[in-house]
């Protein structure tokens, strides 16, 4: 079976952290999907449900537009149900930047890229592992110009190029693609809710808030189906030591047990 997952980051490199996730579905699900999205945002006004933007206090069309929190909270659950009903599957990691830069060896850091690539190839453990599991391969879109483009590419790049490992993670191909404008690929546009509530877990997590989980969040995230996981400083160096027992083997130790903080 054919799958298609589209994946999106949230935060910057100058941040102290980022996020990669997305989610995947059938191809006829994600063609139900479109229309749909594209009318709730002929109906806001908007032209790129940008999530970051849509929270108080409202940022670029949303401020302009006059939002209130309890508009976005509508529309917020509008979203989500449309996610949730058209995806099967979705995942996202969030990093600590600086963990990535003094606990990863120089050799893995040219392997995947950067910390964009490290939690896409995190999030292909768990897609590919799940569409092996199906039967199925999947194919992977992500934004054209981001800012983790070239590190993304590079982690998938190193995947793909070894037979065994593009097989049991069963990648088919790789794309990236425009979110907004005249071709703008508007399935790319639900990645941004999930990686943007992983980039908040690992904000909070970080500062150490004893709040509970965001009201959006537990409106989004299917337990038992959505994948949330953040990696600092512990989850680093539970990691390292389980790459150690297996002999250097990346793959194999992220397969065997995953770090979770």
Not at 39 to 45: D, L, P, Q, S, V
């Amino acid at each position: 079976m054919a799958f298609l997952f589209y994946g999106d980051a949230s935060g910057t490199s100058d941040r102290s952290n980022i996020a990669v996730g997305g989610y995947v579905s059938t191809i006829e699900s994600w063609e139900a999907f479109k229309p749909q999205w594209e009318a709730e945002m002929h109906k806001e006004g908007v032209d790129y449900f940008r999530r970051s933007q849509m929270e108080p206090p409202f940022h670029g069309d949303f401020a302009k537009l006059g939002w209130t929190v309890n508009h976005q909270k509508a529309v917020l659950k509008r979203l989500h149900r449309l996610i949730k009903r058209h995806t099967i599957k979705g995942v996202a990691k969030a990093i600590r930047n600086k963990a990535f830069a003094e606990m990863v060896s120089p050799k893995i850091k040219r392997m995947y890229g950067g910390p964009y690539g490290w939690a896409m190839l995190l999030n292909l453990v768990d897609i590919g592992l799940w569409a092996r599991r199906r039967n199925g391969w999947v194919s992977y879109f992500f934004e054209a110009g981001d800012e983790g483009q070239g590190q993304i590419n590079t982690a998938i790049s190193e995947l793909y190029g070894h037979p065994k490992t593009r097989e049991l993670l069963r990648i088919h191909s790789w794309s990236f693609v425009p979110k907004k404008g005249q071709h703008a690929v508007i399935q790319l546009q639900s990645a941004d809710f999930i990686a943007f509530e992983a980039y908040k877990d690992i904000e909070n997590f970080l500062a150490g808030s004893k709040r509970p989980a965001r009201k959006s969040r537990k409106d989004l995230i299917r337990k038992g189906v959505d994948q949330l996981n953040c990696w600092a400083d512990e989850a680093f160096s539970r990691w390292l030591v389980r790459v150690a027992e297996c002999n250097g083997h990346v793959i194999n130790s992220l397969i065997t047990d995953k770090p979770n903080t």
